[in-house]
């Protein structure tokens, strides 16, 4: 439980410390609203056209009876716009630091120097380390796609699975987006998407503290624009505590 709070404390400082820089949270505000407005726009097309989409999906139910049709295919719209939307949510932070990458990286070493924390690097260019940024985060959009996949398949169990999957998608979220914000420490030192995770393993009370609540607040309309400023701060004290235990005080 500790680990856990420890966990949640790291978004809390990042809450305060956005809430004491108006600037900074001007300057994180600005990738969310691209992304919010690029992501809700497909998704909106989606819902217009999922009609003829699921018409197109389910040909081997034209010939069932209306009941029986309709009844499918009102669950397929379900599962397939419900799928969307949870790899929307769970990608939305992916793309967010993508689109405002050196946006984040001032702001988490604003975050480093008002906290002490150790800024050095593995001396590679600017260059170098947003390729990194950009491959990482192609390949976590990816790992997105597939959970959004095997959710939507979850989902087509009747009641049991609809629960399951907005259960497991909340748990799957909440990883990813502590997997996403970790990313500007490690990246800088010149650690790989793998080694965050294997990191991320060793914390996971930790990782769900400070997960859980940033994905399920994401979730809220325009408090977003607040939140991924902040969890891109306390994404970067979470990845101290991860590698720097000893001078962060984290306990594992």
């Known amino acids: ?39 809700l ?20 139910a034209d010939g069932w009876g209306d009941v029986g049709r309709r009844a499918l295919r009102i669950l397929v719209g379900i599962a397939l716009v419900g799928s969307a939307a949870l790899l929307a949510s769970v990608s939305f932070i992916a793309i967010t630091l993508l689109v405002g990458g050196p946006f984040y990286e001032h702001i988490a070493e604003k975050a480093e120097e008002e906290l002490g924390l ?12 947003i390729g990194r940024g950009v491959q990482d985060s192609v390949k976590l959009v990816l790992i997105a796609l597939v959970g959004a996949i095997v959710l939507f398949a979850i989902g087509f169990i009747p009641v049991a699975g609809q629960i399951a999957a907005l259960v497991l998608g909340a748990l799957f979220g909440a990883w990813l ?32 503290g400070f997960g859980l609540p940033t994905y399920l607040l994401c979730l809220i309309p325009v408090l977003q624009l607040v939140v991924i400023p902040s969890a891109v701060v306390g994404g970067t004290l979470l990845a101290h505590q991860v590698l720097d235990p000893a001078r962060t005080g984290a306990r594992r």
């Open 1 to 39: 439980m500790s680990s856990f709070l420890a966990g949640s404390r790291a978004l809390g400082t990042g809450f305060g410390i956005i809430a004491r820089r108006p600037k900074l949270l001007v300057l994180g505000a600005l990738p969310a609203l691209i992304s919010a407005a690029l992501l």
């Open 118 to 129: 150790d800024t050095s690097d593995d001396g590679a260019g600017a260059l170098r380390q």
């Open 177 to 208: 987006v502590a997997v996403e914000m970790v990313g500007l420490v490690f990246a800088r030192r010149g650690l790989k998407l793998a080694d965050r995770r294997r990191e991320l393993r060793k914390h996971r009370a930790a990782v769900f």
């Open 41 to 60: 726009g497909c998704l909106g097309a989606l819902i217009y056209s999922s009609g003829d989409l699921v018409s197109w999906m389910t040909p081997f």
